[in-house]
């Protein structure tokens, strides 16, 4: 997967998590990301966002 992908979903789950501070469920998760940017793959979505504990320590 290309880093440029995996940025922009990282991007996207720091910016909806602020957004939503008390947190969502995943489905509402993958969902908002579909919204946010209709040219990300729903498998591609799936696989990043599960390995969110991964997104939060390389933001660090």
Known sequence: MSK???ERIKNIAFNLLREHPDGLRYSELVKLFSEEDDKLNRNTINGRSRRAD???SSAE
């Open 54 to 56: 991964k997104l939060a």
């Open 4 to 6: 440029k992908i995996t």
